[in-house]
């Protein structure tokens, strides 16, 4: 159970906060192309997610969520960058066999990168929110909700604070807006079709000046406890828009409908957010507070 709480925390992160290399091809780094998949997630010293409806694409059925991570040093990334194109990239995890057993992750062909030991923050309580929510670490001391959050979270333009106690970590405030939730126009009946060639422009209502949108495709298929083999990540302003160039959509794996587990799944997912972020003991504490929702893909 705890290895299961933990790849929640650390995979939630790491595969699409911090998933870093910087081997690999590049496409075209184009002046949309961020440092890290978010525009600004990368460096952080931690990171509190608070999401309502979905958009992470972390596997359907997550739904709304709250989690935490602070680590000790920098953070571990599972993934490499081997493609990008605009404001999106590609980012491929290849397992490896560690002998003796890896106790982390391991990556081709035998590099153990254990899982990184995290700080404590003490207590985590969130306001601004249509419920009470507090975080407590768990073993480990990451933080992650274990469901029963409702599908709206917040309300739009709310003020969500999160109030650390401090333990490893001293006490701190930090703070975002809440984001109305996003929904994307090319899905049909909750499925999106990935195209067999040319690019993929991604549409979606009621553009927000203010905020972000990730668009995140995962694929499935990976054993329990493992990072996805791969994620197609593009980020940007609200716009209305984001296109995923042809190059990178033929780059990613094909993958069918029906999944036999959560986590098996491959998902497409959209998150509109807005970021805060604070100065905690030398480093910078972010908060991302988003809005979405994920769906079946289909890539043939």
Not at 100 to 110: D, I
Not at 263 to 268: A, K, L, M, Q
Request: hydrophobic share 40%; proline share 7%.
């Amino acid at each position: 159970m705890i290895v299961v709480v933990r790849c929640v925390v650390m995979c939630s992160i790491a595969e699409l906060t911090a998933c870093g290399g910087s081997g690999g091809a590049t496409l075209d780094a184009g002046a949309d192309a961020t440092a890290g998949p978010d525009g600004g997630a990368d460096g952080l010293a931690g990171e509190i997610i608070v999401v309502a409806g979905g958009g992470q694409a972390i596997g359907r059925g997550l739904g709304s969520n709250a989690s935490a991570s602070f680590p000790e040093g920098e953070p571990v990334a599972w993934h490499t960058e081997t493609a990008r194109a605009g404001a999106c990239r590609l980012l491929e995890y290849e397992p490896g066999f560690c002998e003796p057993a890896c106790s982390g992750v391991c990556q081709a062909p035998g590099e153990c990168r254990p899982w990184p030991a995290l700080r404590s923050a003490g207590t985590l309580t969130v306001t601004g929110l249509t419920v009470p929510l507090a975080l407590e670490p768990l073993p480990g001391n990451g933080y992650a909700t274990a469901g029963g959050l409702p599908e709206t979270l917040f309300t739009r333009d709310a003020e969500v604070a999160v109030i650390a106690s401090g333990a490893d970590l001293p006490a701190f405030t930090v703070t975002a807006s809440g984001v109305a939730r996003a929904t994307t126009d090319v899905a049909e009946v909750g499925v999106v079709t990935l195209p067999p060639s040319g690019d993929l422009v991604v549409t979606w209502p009621d553009p927000d000046a203010d905020a972000r949108v990730r668009v995140t495709v995962t694929a499935g298929g990976q054993f329990h406890g493992l990072p996805s083999p791969s994620i197609l990540v593009c980020d940007g302003p609200d716009t209305g828009s984001l296109t995923m160039a042809a190059a990178l959509v033929a780059a990613f794996p094909p993958v069918g409908r029906g999944c036999a587990k959560q986590h098996d799944c491959s998902s497409f997912g959209v998150l509109r957010y807005r970021r805060g972020a604070v100065a905690v003991g030398g480093g910078e504490i972010g908060l991302l507070v988003g809005s979405g929702t994920d769906y079946e893909v289909v890539h043939e």
